[in-house]
């Protein structure tokens, strides 16, 4: 076999391969061997027919189609492992010479997982932000506790910014309802900015049982495009204030919180809260930081083909979030304030980046000789296992030798991801 590489880009390549009479010989024996078992020949049962008989029998186009086929088949991977190259997917092949018994030509072309020049990964120059816990965070916690704690108690008088009211309100724009716009019985917390501008203010000062208008303006960058910089006019009916009394942050709420002698106590265990899920996620914006910064000094291409699988997953997870809210994909993205095309245009971006970051991990794995051991897989499969006992699903799924090995894959980059954190402290 015999085989010449012409790149067509960084990430495609079409191989030309020519086999002799020796190649074609083996894969002539086996195309006889194939098509021996499916010829009817008196005197012997279907599947049991001497080859050299059923030669005779075979019709001479249906032998040599066959021959050429499996020596496709047998001999297409070999020549892009020979010259090196990884097929991202099976390649397509095109038979451009045929002389049986004596000659076959063939081109493949492919993706492929394409050269990586890795930049300096050791100095990458990005600094892991530091931990730092203030009183104001503290504080902020107490406050959710303390509201969360408060009572609520039923008041005839006018409402007040630090209420809770019950309203029903329908929102109309040009005269008519719109999508969204409309509630019975909702609670809102006034001052908590769930609303648009104005409509939580606009309540302000009116008692139970009021009913009023409010004419309010949708922000220019509001999620929603037919609502952005809209005039709306809000009707809304006032059913319920109610005043909420939060309890003062002292050794007694403490105490309600959970198994604190005192509020110092409380507040020490907060500080150690804030401060370990401060730096998982410090280190997961470091990681994050880490892996552009090595994709910005290194050169990778980035095979459309893998592009578009990351695209794909972009838009089943988005349509799957669409579909448990009742909605299509085009609404969904429509409330983010996006088009077709302007989602297409980001998620492609955003695939791009994903798919540079993953081949330039793959490099530095291999360049370091970052491995994950099958004993290590087998422990994070019994962890799984006993995460997921109650889901048969799941548990069928991590019997998969194809999750097996995706198993694999997020350690290895997870076990190099670290490393990258270890080089660059």
Same mark, same amino acid.
């Given at each position: 076999?015999?085989?010449?590489?012409?790149?067509?880009?960084?990430?495609?390549?079409?191989?030309?391969?020519?086999?002799?009479?020796?190649?074609?010989?083996?894969?002539?024996?086996?195309?006889?061997?194939?098509?021996?078992?499916?010829?009817?020949?008196?005197?012997?049962?279907?599947?049991?027919?001497?080859?050299?008989?059923?030669?005779?029998?075979?019709?001479?186009?249906?032998?040599?189609?066959?021959?050429?086929?499996?020596?496709?088949?047998?001999?297409?991977?070999?020549?892009?492992?020979?010259?090196?190259?990884?097929?991202?997917?099976?390649? !397509?092949?095109?038979?451009?010479?045929?002389?049986?018994?004596?000659?076959?030509?063939?081109?493949?072309?492919?993706?492929?997982?394409?050269?990586?020049?890795?930049?300096?990964?050791?100095?990458?120059?990005?600094?892991?932000?530091?931990?730092?816990?203030?009183?104001?965070?503290?504080?902020?916690?107490?406050?959710?506790? =303390?509201?969360?704690?408060?009572?609520?108690?039923?008041?005839? /008088? #006018?409402?007040?910014?630090?209420?809770?009211?019950?309203?029903?309100?329908?929102?109309?724009?040009?005269?008519?309802?719109?999508?969204?716009?409309?509630?019975?019985?909702? /609670?809102?917390?006034?001052?908590?900015?769930?609303?648009?501008?104005?409509?939580?203010? !606009?309540?302000?000062?009116?008692?139970?049982?009021?009913?009023?208008? $409010?004419?309010?303006?949708?922000?220019?960058?509001?999620?929603?495009?037919?609502?952005?910089?809209?005039?709306?006019?809000?009707?809304? $009916?006032?059913? %319920?204030?109610?005043?909420?009394?939060?309890?003062?942050?002292?050794?007694?709420? =403490?105490?309600?919180?959970?198994?604190?002698?005192?509020?110092?106590?409380?507040?020490?265990?907060?500080?150690?809260?804030?401060?370990? %899920?401060?730096?998982?996620?410090?280190?997961?914006?470091?990681?994050?930081?880490?892996?552009?910064?090595?994709?910005?000094?290194?050169?990778?291409?980035?095979?459309?083909?893998?592009?578009?699988? %990351?695209?794909?997953?972009?838009?089943?997870?988005?349509?799957?979030? #669409?579909?448990?809210?009742?909605?299509?994909?085009?609404?969904?993205?429509?409330?983010?304030?996006?088009? =077709?095309?302007?989602?297409?245009?980001?998620? /492609?971006?955003?695939?791009?980046?994903?798919? *540079?970051?993953?081949?330039?991990? %793959?490099? $530095?794995?291999?360049?370091?000789?970052?491995?994950?051991?099958?004993?290590?897989?087998?422990?994070?499969?019994?962890?799984?296992?006993?995460?997921?006992? /109650?889901?048969?699903?799941?548990?069928?799924?991590?019997?998969?030798?194809?999750? *097996?090995?995706?198993?694999?894959?997020?350690?290895?980059?997870?076990?190099?991801?670290?490393?990258?954190?270890?080089?660059?402290?």
């Amino acid at each position: 076999m015999k085989t010449k590489v012409k790149k067509l880009s960084d990430s495609r390549v079409e191989i030309t391969v020519t086999l002799d009479s020796k190649d074609l010989t083996s894969a002539a024996e086996k195309a006889l061997d194939k098509l021996a078992k499916e010829v009817r020949v008196e005197g012997f049962r279907k599947g049991k027919v001497p080859t050299e008989v059923a030669k005779k029998f075979i019709p001479e186009n249906d032998l040599n189609a066959e021959t050429a086929d499996i020596a496709v088949r047998t001999t297409i991977i070999t020549a892009f492992m020979e010259n090196s190259k990884q097929p991202l997917a099976l390649p !397509g092949a095109n038979i451009t010479k045929y002389v049986p018994g004596e000659v076959l030509e063939y081109t493949a072309t492919a993706d492929i997982i394409p050269e990586v020049k890795l930049g300096d990964y050791k100095k990458l120059g990005v600094k892991m932000k530091e931990v730092k816990i203030t009183e104001k965070d503290i504080q902020g916690v107490l406050d959710n506790l =303390a509201q969360s704690f408060a009572e609520k108690k039923v008041t005839k /008088r #006018a409402a007040k910014l630090t209420d809770e009211v019950i309203i029903d309100f329908v929102g109309k724009k040009d005269g008519k309802a719109f999508e969204g716009g409309s509630a019975k019985d909702y /609670r809102l917390g006034l001052g908590s900015g769930t609303f648009i501008p104005g409509f939580e203010d !606009g309540i302000v000062g009116h008692e139970p049982g009021d009913k009023f208008e $409010l004419e309010l303006t949708f922000p220019k960058d509001y999620g929603v495009k037919d609502l952005a910089g809209a005039k709306t006019t809000f009707e809304v $009916l006032l059913k %319920q204030v109610n005043e909420v009394v939060k309890p003062e942050i002292n050794d007694e709420l =403490a105490k309600k919180v959970g198994p604190f002698e005192d509020l110092k106590a409380l507040k020490e265990d907060i500080k150690k809260n804030l401060s370990a %899920q401060t730096e998982r996620q410090n280190t997961e914006n470091f990681k994050n930081d880490l892996v552009e910064a090595l994709v910005k000094k290194s050169t990778v291409p980035a095979p459309e083909i893998l592009i578009d699988d %990351q695209m794909r997953m972009m838009r089943d997870d988005v349509t799957r979030n #669409a579909t448990s809210n009742g909605v299509t994909f085009e609404e969904y993205i429509a409330r983010a304030g996006e088009t =077709a095309e302007s989602w297409e245009k980001k998620a /492609r971006e955003i695939a791009t980046q994903r798919v *540079k970051g993953s081949l330039v991990l %793959q490099n $530095l794995a291999n360049a370091e000789k970052i491995s994950v051991s099958d004993d290590e897989v087998a422990e994070k499969i019994a962890e799984l296992k006993e995460v997921y006992k /109650r889901s048969p699903e799941a548990l069928k799924s991590i019997k998969d030798p194809n999750v *097996k090995m995706d198993i694999k894959n997020r350690m290895t980059i997870e076990k190099t991801l670290d490393y990258l954190v270890s080089v660059n402290k």
